[in-house]
């Protein structure tokens, strides 16, 4: 059974610093992996999708890598700002379905 | 497009009774999931379907839940009776089967029953 889990579960840095969020999942053969971003009573956003044949995946200040030999996924965010703070997941589906699998999140706090 | 609309927002009800709730998707996705958020068991899938017809309810807890999809703008999610270990935050999200499975999540419904 897939089971994916993210360290750290909160995490507060001062506004501009570089930081990394990990993910580790159990079972090597997923089919694609997400991170999304959760604010506050709100929905998930999808932030990148690296689908299984993929390394890493790129959106402005984001980047996120994966390395299904080891089941990890990294999620690095340059220079962060007060509006990054959100909850971070991470989710795996499983080879050939849309089906996934969420991690329990990291609570990021960016202090101004 | 307005993105997956949910509804309602918030829904406070007693035990015992039935709650629906309910969820547009996204023109066009063919694809739309049922998920329950709460602080102990994170997010969980309770189920999914694919061009309106149901594949995977493994992740729905009883039989008093149900799920059913219509036609492929509208989805219902059915707890009856309900009880308040229900109570949690229910969303909808959709995607597109050639979208590489990206999800596009609605807002949610919270829901307390009491």
Same mark, same amino acid.
């Given at each position: 059974?897939?089971?994916?889990?993210q360290?750290?579960?909160a995490l507060?840095?001062?506004?501009?610093?570089?930081l990394?969020l990990n993910c580790?999942?159990?079972?090597?053969?997923?089919?694609?992996?997400?991170w999304f971003r959760q604010d506050?009573?709100?929905?998930l956003t999808?932030l990148l999708?690296?689908? #299984?044949?993929?390394?890493?995946?790129?959106?402005?200040?984001l980047?996120a890598?994966?390395?299904?030999? #080891?089941?990890?996924?990294?999620l690095?965010i340059?220079? #962060?700002?007060?509006?990054d703070s959100a909850t971070y997941l991470c989710?795996? #589906?499983?080879?050939?379905?849309?089906?996934?699998?969420?991690g329990t999140g990291t609570r990021l706090?960016?202090?101004? | 497009?307005?993105?997956?609309? &949910?509804? !309602? /927002?918030?829904?406070?009800?007693?035990?015992? &009774?039935?709650?629906?709730?309910?969820?547009? !998707?996204?023109?066009?996705?063919?694809?739309?999931?049922?998920?329950?958020?709460?602080?102990? /068991?994170?997010?969980?899938?309770?189920?999914? *379907? =694919? =061009? =309106?017809? !149901?594949?995977?309810?493994?992740?729905?807890?009883?039989? /008093? *839940?149900?799920?059913?999809? !219509? =036609?492929?703008? *509208?989805?219902?999610?059915?707890?009856?009776?309900?009880?308040?270990?229900?109570?949690?935050?229910? *969303?909808?999200?959709?995607?597109?089967?050639?979208? &590489?499975?990206? &999800?596009?999540?609605?807002?949610?419904?919270?829901?307390?029953?009491?």
């Open positions: 059974k897939q089971e994916v889990t360290i750290p579960a507060s840095v001062p506004e501009g610093e570089n990394v580790s999942f159990t079972d090597s053969a997923i089919y694609n992996l997400q506050p009573g709100k929905g999808s999708l690296i689908q #299984s044949s993929q390394r890493e995946q790129t959106s402005g200040r980047n890598s994966l390395d299904k030999s #080891s089941g990890r996924s990294t690095y340059a220079a #962060s700002q007060p509006g989710a795996v #589906s499983t080879s050939g379905t849309y089906k996934y699998i969420f706090k960016v202090l101004a | 497009d307005a993105g997956v609309i &949910q509804s !309602p /927002r918030h829904e406070v009800t007693e035990m015992g &009774q039935e709650v629906t709730l309910r969820c547009k !998707p996204i023109s066009g996705h063919d694809y739309l999931f049922w998920y329950r958020q709460t602080m102990m /068991r994170g997010l969980e899938l309770l189920i999914y *379907f =694919n =061009n =309106n017809v !149901p594949i995977d309810d493994s992740g729905m807890p009883e039989d /008093r *839940f149900s799920a059913k999809m !219509p =036609n492929a703008s *509208f989805s219902t999610l059915k707890i009856q009776p309900s009880e308040p270990r229900d109570s949690a935050v229910y *969303f909808c999200a959709s995607s597109l089967m050639t979208g &590489q499975g990206i &999800q596009y999540f609605g807002a949610g419904t919270r829901l307390s029953v009491l």
